[in-house]
């Protein structure tokens, strides 16, 4: 069974870089497309964008501007990078897997326990 | 962009009840729709996918149903852990997007 596990700081200053690590194990994170989605205090679940092994990569237009994303196949880890944040970039961060089936899945099968990063100086 | 509703937003019903909870799709999604259920301080658990396909180790009575922009989840009898909140989530065909309901929490009557 696949297990996911996000790491990196809890708190972020404005206008700083957000840098988040995701290390997957139990599989190879080559057979899944793996996403960022965030949850903000009261918010909806906000799906950022994904990433797959090759570096092919699909954002959330409103992310597409402040988001990076990159693969390490030999940690078996996934990244995530979010420029110029502010408060409403507060939110608990969810590192999540969809097989691929040569394409992306249509849902979430696998989730990390997410890691809350708050915006403050 | 295609938005996701639910309704009701808050369901309270007793431990043995049916509970039925909608998600509607501002455009058609077809059958891309899964559900999701969260409880306090916990990720999203998928439930269902692709409409009414039941994820692993997900009891038989989680039900899903729909096609279109209609989509419906259905709790055969209620059972104290089934009492979270749950999430519709869409994709759209090309290129790939993905977005969440606002929720639905079932609570305790």
């Known amino acids: 069974q696949v297990q996911v596990q996000e790491s990196g700081p809890g708190l972020v200053k404005p206008s700083e870089t957000l840098s988040l690590t995701c290390t997957v194990s139990?599989?190879?994170?080559?057979?899944?497309?793996w996403s960022w989605i965030r949850q903000a205090p009261g918010k909806r679940l906000e799906w950022i964008g994904y990433?797959?092994?090759?570096?092919?990569?699909n954002f959330d237009p409103s992310f597409k501007r402040r988001v990076t994303m990159s693969a390490d196949t030999s940690k078996n880890q996934i990244s995530l990078n979010v420029t110029s944040v502010n408060d409403a970039d507060t939110a608990v961060y969810y590192c999540?897997?969809?097989?691929?089936?040569?394409?992306?899945?249509?849902?979430?099968?696998?989730w990390g326990q997410g890691i809350l990063v708050t915006v403050s100086s | 962009e295609i938005v996701l509703t639910q309704s009701p937003a808050t369901l309270s019903l007793s431990p043995g009840d049916a509970a039925t909870l909608s998600c509607r799709a501002s455009?058609?999604?077809?059958?891309?729709l899964a559900w999701y259920q969260q409880r306090p301080g916990q990720a999203p658990r998928l439930l269902i996918y692709?409409?009414?396909n039941r994820a692993t180790g997900i009891p038989v009575r989680f039900r899903g149903s729909g096609s279109g922009t209609d989509f419906t989840l259905t709790i055969s009898s209620l059972e104290p852990e089934d009492f979270a909140v749950y999430h519709c989530?869409?994709?759209?065909?090309?290129?790939?997007?993905?977005?969440f309901g606002p929720g639905t929490k079932l609570e305790i009557k």
């Open positions: 990433l797959f092994f090759t570096g092919t990569t």
């Open positions: 139990g599989d190879s994170i080559s057979r899944y497309y």
């Open positions: 989530q869409q994709r759209s065909s090309w290129p790939p997007r993905y977005s």
């Open positions: 692709d409409s009414s």
């Open positions: 999540a897997g969809t097989y691929s089936y040569g394409r992306p899945g249509s849902a979430f099968e696998s």
């Open positions: 455009q058609s999604v077809g059958t891309h």
